[in-house]
């Protein structure tokens, strides 16, 4: 998630995936009585047609919105794995000029995309006459690169005419970010282990991201066992703006931030499963101001939150997964402590120890800059001192331990004991030596 000093901040976001049940699902389960209790789920009827939209059950007639919203898409779709530009904007109401027009620009940029599906899942629909408004999450992988869809909320408005519903505008849905394919014209770079995607960048500049992805994935392989897919797809927004927009949250938040890794932490205990879809997102004006020395560094980090994603879930700690990217990326560099972790290094000579191993809060961006290097240091080293002490196999089976436990309570103390043979006060202590050791001097 974050480098440190010279090298700029770098960021990642943990997500929660949600499990939906099939409309019309039985459920059965027993009260401790031992009478049976069922329970009918009955989810977005109204999307099927078996309810009316804004109506209830049993009212007369049925409005078939829901079901004909959905085949609309579904032609859609199809067109865009088919590269039918005319079949895309049939979806698009014919008045709508503009549209139209951003329609064109849009299709021209997913035709670049190495697309192995698209689909739109609707959630819901709301309707008023000959309006209609819906909310709807498009599905998308990526050739080659995406064992598991990336998701996006998209809200739609609809007009009916004739008969059939159009399109009358398709925005990001509420918390969803615009996507890179609505930012401008795209470039493609194919790297060896790597896909840059480009928004108003020039082809150079991304030959040379994808040339530093392709080092960044060996070096986290080796650094993780080798066991993911190797493949990292990096996006390269036109400006701080556009990364903002891109990434659904204000751009000043990621001034300095020279790059982000967003996509789906593993449910807890669901760890071990496919791999996400994760993007990589590159900061255009930070990541260029870093030398080459720190734009490996960030692109190693980030490529191993990609890595050990479907290992990582909610109980995981914060300075497990931050440590163990940043442990990965000065994995085989030779630095020294005194150059990885200079924060840290000035609190221990200054008297000021840390008492316990960094808390989620710690990494927290508002809090300062020293106090947020203390915290990613204070990840790194631990994860150093259970590579130097226990092994590097050792580290690995802690990291996917933790992510697989069912909840966070109990998760840190049973990897400790089970792992590493020891205690989370022991180890607390042990890292506390550690760092003296280390940076004391």
Not at 122 to 145: C, H, I
């Amino acid at each position: 998630m974050a480098g440190q000093g010279f090298l700029g901040w770098t960021a990642a976001r943990r997500g929660r995936a949600a499990v939906l049940l099939p409309a019309g699902r039985v459920v059965a389960g027993r009260f401790p009585t031992g009478r049976v209790l069922v329970v009918l789920v009955l989810v977005v009827l109204v999307l099927t047609g078996a309810l009316p939209a804004g109506g209830c059950a049993g009212a007369p007639g049925r409005d078939t919105t829901g079901r004909e919203v959905q085949r609309m898409l579904d032609d859609r779709a199809a067109a865009v794995l088919r590269h039918d530009e005319a079949g895309y904007l049939s979806a698009v109401d014919p008045s709508a000029r503009q549209l139209t027009a951003a329609g064109r620009a849009e299709f021209a940029n997913l035709s670049a995309l190495p697309l192995r599906s698209w689909e739109y899942r609707l959630t819901e629909v709301r309707r008023s006459g000959d309006r209609a408004a819906a909310d709807a999450e498009l599905r998308y992988r990526l050739d080659g690169f995406d064992a598991s869809p990336a998701t996006a909320g998209r809200r739609l408005e609809l007009a009916e005419r004739d008969g059939r519903w159009y399109i009358t505008a398709d925005r990001p849905g509420p918390g969803a970010a615009q996507p890179l394919w609505q930012q401008g014209d795209i470039e493609v770079v194919r790297g060896t282990h790597s896909l840059v995607l480009g928004a108003g960048q020039q082809q150079a500049r991304l030959r040379k991201i994808a040339a530093d992805a392709d080092r960044a994935v060996p070096a986290v392989s080796a650094a993780w066992g080798g066991a993911w897919p190797g493949r990292v797809v990096v996006l390269v927004p036109g400006s701080l703006d556009a990364m903002g927009r891109l990434l659904g949250a204000p751009a000043e938040q990621y001034r300095g931030v020279a790059a982000v890794t967003t996509g789906l932490a593993a449910a807890p205990g669901e760890a071990g499963g496919p791999a996400p879809a994760d993007r990589v997102t590159v900061n255009p004006e930070a990541y260029e101001a870093l030398g080459d020395h720190g734009r490996r560094f960030v692109l190693t980090h980030e490529t191993a939150h990609v890595a050990t994603r479907a290992h990582t879930s909610a109980a995981t700690p914060l300075w497990l997964s931050e440590g163990f990217a940043d442990w990965a990326a000065y994995r085989g560099t030779g630095r020294d402590a005194r150059e990885t972790a200079p924060e840290l290094r000035r609190a221990v000579l200054g008297g000021d120890l840390p008492g316990a191993l960094p808390a989620d809060g710690d990494f927290r961006f508002g809090g300062g800059e020293r106090a947020l290097g203390r915290a990613y240091e204070g990840g790194l080293l631990a994860c150093e001192l259970i590579a130097a002490r226990w092994g590097e196999d050792r580290l690995r089976a802690f990291y996917r331990a933790v992510g697989a436990a069912e909840s966070r309570d109990g998760a840190m103390d049973s990897a400790f004991g089970e792992v590493l043979g020891t205690s989370r006060d022991r180890f607390t202590a042990d890292w506390r030596e550690y760092l003296v050791e280390r940076l004391g001097r």
